[in-house]
Nanobody
Framework: QVQLVESGGGLVQAGGSLRLTCAAS????????MGWFRQAAGKEREFVAS????????EYADSVKGRFTISRENVKSTGFLQMNSLKPEDTAVYYC????????????WGQGTQVTVSP
């Protein structure tokens, strides 16, 4: 099993930056993909970004392209989400996720970290 713990959330003004960290533990060698999702109040959880462990290939939601950058430090099994030019609509609980199966859905989730962007 893999356990994930997010950190780095907080309150920031519009236009500011935050860096989220996802610390993975357990059988991290099984992780082949890491992702970030977010859920705003009253809305469904949505995809933000993902990165493949082997190739480093990244994908982003259109709403964050050019502003957010996902990365991963494989040796320390740590993931990051650098968020720049934050907007009030980025306010949400951000969740780190990991996939250990060859294909399919993410099977490990963190507890979430709150990001609040004030106007």
């Amino acid at each position: 099993q893999v356990q994930l713990v997010e950190s780095g959330g907080g309150l920031v003004q519009a236009g500011g930056s935050l860096r989220l960290t996802c610390a993975a533990s357990g059988r991290t060698f099984l992780v082949n993909k890491m992702g970030w999702f977010r859920q705003a109040a009253g809305k469904e959880r949505e995809f933000v970004a993902s990165i493949l462990s082997g190739t480093g290939h990244t994908e982003y939601a259109d709403s964050v392209k050019g502003r957010f950058t996902i990365s991963r430090e494989n040796v320390k099994s740590t993931g990051f989400l650098q968020m720049n030019s934050l907007k009030p609509e980025d306010t949400a609980v951000y969740y780190c996720s990991a996939r250990t199966a060859t294909i399919g859905a993410y099977d490990a989730w963190g507890q979430g970290t709150q990001v609040t962007v004030s106007p």
